[in-house]
């Protein structure tokens, strides 16, 4: 199975900040990458899919890129509605789908 | 619009069977989409469990093959999840989800784009 690795685990940043969030494959995955956005309590919540479209309805701040191994979510100007745990997910390979283990984020 | 509430009991006995249901509104459940099964342990990352085509076809994580069962009824438009042989490892928040295949450029990918509000289920005798 591939495994999907996230860094950091946890991140703490003040509103306005850009905050990077890395997901990394065990091989190679082309563009197979969504994002996943939880919310404490809460269901999880399609952010980004193959790697760098946005779900309609999300707004511009969060994006992605990359491809291959290496991917990132970024969130141009954290708000304090953004703090939530997210998720890289692999639908490369599928099933079985993976995710990985969770970027937690707070407000400093 | 399409919603998706699952159901079915909150306690379930060590050794027993764990069985939850899926309803989905706002849409057939008879259509292109699979339907999924995901798992959240208390404080941990989501497992995919297992998914379901309206037509029969199911595929689950192998981790869980042995115990798990994925079945649709379209009388009902809903979904089931029977998961055999519980112990305290199985409680969990357990969601349900559309598998929706969305498109960009020459990548065709599954994103679980719907989902429920999830159910809390522990094991307990």
């Known amino acids: 199975d591939i495994q999907m690795t996230q860094s950091p685990s946890s991140l703490s940043a003040s509103v306005g900040d850009r905050v990077t969030i890395t997901c990394r494959a065990s091989q190679r995955i082309s563009g197979y990458v969504n994002w996943y956005q939880q919310k404490p309590g809460k269901a999880p919540k399609l952010l980004i899919y193959?790697?760098?479209s946005l779900q309609s309805g999300v707004p511009p701040r969060f994006s992605g890129s990359g491809s291959g191994t290496d991917f990132t979510l970024t969130i141009t100007s954290l708000q304090p509605e953004d703090v939530a745990t997210y998720y890289c997910q692999q639908t490369y390979r599928t099933p079985p789908f993976t995710f990985g283990p969770g970027t937690k984020v707070a407000i400093k | 619009q399409v919603q998706l509430q699952e159901s079915g009991p909150g306690l379930v006995k060590p050794s027993q069977t764990l069985s939850l249901s899926c309803s989905v509104s706002g849409d057939s459940i008879t259509t292109s989409y699979f339907w999924s099964w995901v798992r959240q342990h208390p404080g941990k990352g989501l497992e995919w469990m297992g998914y379901i085509h309206y037509s029969g076809n199911a595929y689950y994580n192998p981790s869980l093959r042995s115990r798990l069962s994925i079945s649709v009824d379209t009388s009902k438009n809903q979904f089931s999840l029977t998961l055999n042989s519980v112990t305290g490892a199985d409680t969990a928040v357990y969601y349900c989800?559309?598998?929706?295949?969305?498109?960009?450029?020459?990548?065709?990918?599954?994103?679980?784009?719907?989902w429920g509000q999830g159910t809390m289920v522990s094991v307990s005798s």
């Open positions: 989800a559309r598998v929706a295949a969305l498109v960009r450029g020459m990548i065709t990918l599954d994103t679980f784009d719907i």
């Open positions: 193959a790697a760098s």
